[in-house]
Structures are given as C-alpha cells and as structure tokens.
C-alpha cells in the first residue's frame, strides 16, 4: 500500500481539539506517545499517565514542543486509589479529560504450560482491570457531571483469534474488547462514547526487547503483511484522533483494527504447524521445579 502522509499532517481541521483534555495511559513511549503526539498537533491539552516514572519528563518535553499543554503524572492502573488521584490532578489543573485513550497494558511471550500464575494475574491486572478501572472512574465523573465524553481502548486482534503463546494477553484483551461493547450500550445514553482500536506492526523505538528480539528474526517483515509494509505509529495516532472526534460521533461499540488487513490473512495451503515451544527456543515441558 503507498506510505502515509508526511509525519504532522493531519485529515482534522487544525484546532479540532483545542479546549479538549485528553488522557492517555502509557503515554510515556511508544505507540501511546504516538496517540498522544496527534491529538497534542490538534491542540489538545495532554495528560499523560505511564507506570514507569522516568518515561514521563521526555515524554513532555517531546509533547510539548508539539504546541499544547502537556501535565505527566506516574500511575499504576491497577490501583483505583492512584487513577482517582491522577483524575483530581487532571480536572484541578486543566478540567476533566474529555477522552480517555486507554493505552496501558503488559505482555510478553510464555507458553502457557510455562506460565506462572504471577505472571498470568499481573498481565491481566494491567491490561484488563486496569483498562476497566480507568473507564470507570472517566464514567462515574462524568455521569455525576453530566457531561458527555470519549473512551477509546486500545486492544489487539488476537482478542477475535486468539493468541498461542500470548494467552494472558490474549484473554485480557478479548475481555477488553468486550468492555467496549458493553460500555458503549450502557454509557451512550449519556453522552459517552466507547470505541476500540487495534495496532498492527508498527514498529517504533521503544519496543520491548522481546518483541524486538522477534523482528530481528524476521527478513523482510514488510513483505509479510498484505500491505506489504509496515504501520507507521502516526497512523494509529490519526485513527484515535478521528475516533474521539465530533466527526465520529454516531460510532460507538465499535473496534477498528489497524493493520493493513494482517489480520485477515489465510494461506490457501496451511503452513506446518511449529509448537510454540519450539518457536520459543524452548525445550521439552519438564513440569519439576
């Protein structure tokens, strides 16, 4: 498919975000700095949630330049306690945020024999407790509030599939999708919209090194999309920001999936089966300690 428009062009009318806060977990790195960086060129003014506290200073010095208002703030979506603190911080400082772009999650390749169940409740912890109790304290203001708004959560396409070697992901985003489904039905009567959006392989800086590890195995990961090439972060970032927008309105429940059509790919002839073990570079399941 041809490539993009340049980085900084937008399909939106420049402004269409001025006066609108926007919140957005994970948006310290990566794809969720990406989100950030369109709705920053339209004039939002940014909060920005990350875990890890040292994603957060170049984070708002790279949004920053970008025109708008940017305030950081380091916080764990498992603990509600800390998103109600961030939320207070957020309507204290600029209002309360308009559209919540839910970004944040964990994950990381483990044959499910080999799971631990740490590992199991900490990545469905972040990715779908986490993405739920954001939603709900963005609801619960504004329904007190009466004021309507914008969830958008981010997701996967294994949520549909299934993902052998990424089941707690997997299972954590298909609940998530879920949660998009049924919060659009119950919160539309008030004004709040709920959408889904799912990358495909965009890849960017901040990949974790599993990932990136995947990619350097892979020749010519272009050629291997229908697309034949990859997604740039900004794409995902401009279908947010048309997503949360006032020209999107009348969508809701809906998840739009990213990927150049990766997803939908079937060989005419199955390629053999390779166990995810073997995939991994791990040898046979020795269930001893």
């Excluded at 939106?12 to 926007?22: A, N």
């Excluded at 990961?221 to 006032?246: D, I």
């Excluded at 990927?259 to 046979?284: H, K, S, T």
């Amino acid at each position: 498919m041809p490539a993009p428009a340049p980085l900084g062009a937008s399909a939106l009318p420049p402004g269409t975000y001025e006066g609108t806060v926007v919140l957005v977990t994970g948006g310290g790195t990566g794809l969720g700095k990406a989100v950030a960086a369109e709705f920053a060129r339209l004039g939002a003014d940014l909060v920005v949630a990350s875990r890890k506290a040292e994603h957060l200073k170049a984070a708002e010095d790279e949004l920053s330049a970008l025109g708008g208002r940017v305030l950081t703030a380091a916080c764990d979506i498992r603990d509600p306690d800390r998103i109600a603190e961030v939320f207070d911080l957020a309507e204290e400082t600029y209002g309360l945020p308009h559209v919540l772009i839910n970004n944040a999650a964990a994950n990381f390749p483990v044959p499910a024999e080999d799971m631990s169940p740490n590992a199991w409740r900490s990545v469905v912890d972040i990715t779908l407790n986490g993405t739920y109790f954001m939603a709900r304290e963005f609801g619960r203001r504004h329904l007190a509030a009466g004021t309507p708004g914008s969830i958008v959560n981010v997701g996967a396409s294994y949520a549909w599939t299934g993902g052998p070697g990424y089941a707690h992901s997997a299972a954590a985003k298909a609940g998530v999708k879920n949660l998009v489904e049924t919060l659009a039905v119950e919160w539309g009567p008030y004004g709040i919209q709920v959408n889904g959006l799912v990358p495909g392989l965009m890849p960017h800086e901040d990949m974790t090194a599993d990932i990136r590890a995947n990619l350097d195995r892979v020749r010519a990961a272009g050629l291997r999309q229908p697309a034949l090439r990859v997604g740039r972060p900004r794409e995902l970032g401009w279908a947010a920001t048309f997503l949360a927008s006032p020209y999107a309105r009348f969508i809701s429940g809906h998840t739009l999936v990213v990927d150049g059509a990766n997803w939908q790919r079937r060989d005419l002839v199955p390629p053999e089966v390779v166990p995810i073990r073997e995939q991994l570079g791990r040898g046979r399941f020795d269930a001893a300690p």
